[in-house]
């Protein structure tokens, strides 16, 4: 994977939670598979945090590759599984003082498309790979731009 230019290098999470939010989609680990297919096409997202019992702290992550493993090893279990039974239990999380770099790395590494945001033991968001390379695309796209108004001498 490439390195990111210094400026891409420096942006750090919390730079993408204060554009896209910090809303986190979440279900208990007692709620069946398909309320959280529902909840996951509702919201037009591909994973969902899984919270506590008691609604705090992370005990999971369900993503749709762990939904379609269940339905591959066996289509009927989507009618009786419940979450806490799919679920990815060992959840890797980042740090919104995380850099782009080190994520993205993470993220790859992992093959995890969706990493949770915790800091000092508190969910502060979900970016997605897509939400980290939509960041670099946009950073890449400006730095072009100045680059051609300075090639073409516009003062900027």
């Not at 994973?47 to 369900?62: E, H, K, P, S, Y």
């Amino acid at each position: 994977m490439p390195e990111l230019t210094q400026k891409e290098a420096s942006m750090r999470i919390r730079d993408i939670l204060r554009s896209k939010g910090s809303n986190v989609v979440a279900v208990g680990p007692d709620q069946p598979i398909l309320a959280a297919i529902r909840v996951l096409s509702e919201h037009r997202i591909g994973a969902v945090v899984v919270r506590g019992a008691d609604g705090a702290g992370i005990v999971g992550i369900l993503s749709e590759r762990d939904i379609l493993n269940l339905a591959a090893g066996d289509p009927r279990r989507l009618e009786t599984a419940r979450v806490e039974e799919v679920m990815t239990r060992d959840v890797i999380v980042g740090d919104a003082n995380d850099d782009l770099n080190h994520v993205m790395n993470v993220m790859t590494e992992n093959r995890i498309r969706h990493l949770p945001i915790v800091s000092d033991g508190a969910l502060e968001g979900i970016v997605s790979i897509g939400d980290v390379v939509n960041t670099v695309r946009r950073s890449v796209e400006s730095e072009n731009r100045h680059l051609m108004d300075y090639i073409h001498g516009i003062a900027g």
